[in-house]
């Protein structure tokens, strides 16, 4: 049960830190696409 709560936390923060890189990067992209213009 340890072991499954382990991998269980790790997917989620792996999720959360896909996540947020995804976010990140759409905005950097949607600031550099505003400066461009």
Excluded: C, D, P, V
């Excluded at 997917?11 to 949607?30: D, P």
């Amino acid at each position: 049960m340890s072991a499954i709560a382990h991998i269980a936390r790790i997917a989620t923060l792996w999720a959360f830190r896909e996540n947020l890189y995804n976010g990140l990067s759409k905005t950097f992209a949607m600031t550099e696409t505003n400066q461009s213009i």
